[in-house]
């Protein structure tokens, strides 16, 4: 199994900055994409952002140029570096990682979220 430990979240007026971050730990796991979504009330829930175990980031259209997903050398925490952020960025932000375990199979696993407020 994998834990994911999420923090970073908080309340922020509209062009402010926030960090989250979110360790994995557990088993000997291979994670091979490690990401963030989000969802707001009465919304659906959708990727914001991503990186795989070699690197590779894809963002949504929405937080492109504003959002960096980045993660540490040892590819077991993923920070999101959320900058001008917007009202419409409010969420709770989950995250998200893909891990295969050392007999092949894969896995999803999920945070308990953590909680974006962008307002003035």
């Known amino acids: 199994q994998v834990q994911l430990v999420e923090s970073g979240g908080g309340l922020v007026q509209p062009g402010g900055s926030l960090r989250l971050s979110c360790a994995a730990s557990g088993s000997r796991f291979n994670i091979d994409v490690m990401g963030w979504y989000r969802q707001a009330p009465g919304k659906q829930r959708e990727l914001v952002a991503s990186?795989?175990?070699?690197?590779?980031?894809r963002y949504t259209d929405s937080v492109k140029g504003r959002f960096t997903v980045s993660s540490d050398n040892a590819k077991t925490t993923v920070y999101l570096q959320m900058n001008s952020l917007k009202p419409e960025d409010a969420a709770v932000y989950y995250c998200?990682?893909?891990?295969?375990?050392?007999?092949?199979?894969?896995?999803?696993?999920w945070g308990r979220g953590t909680q974006v407020t962008v307002s003035s």
């Open positions: 990186i795989t175990s070699g690197g590779s980031t």
């Open positions: 998200n990682v893909v891990a295969r375990s050392n007999l092949g199979y894969v896995y999803d696993y």
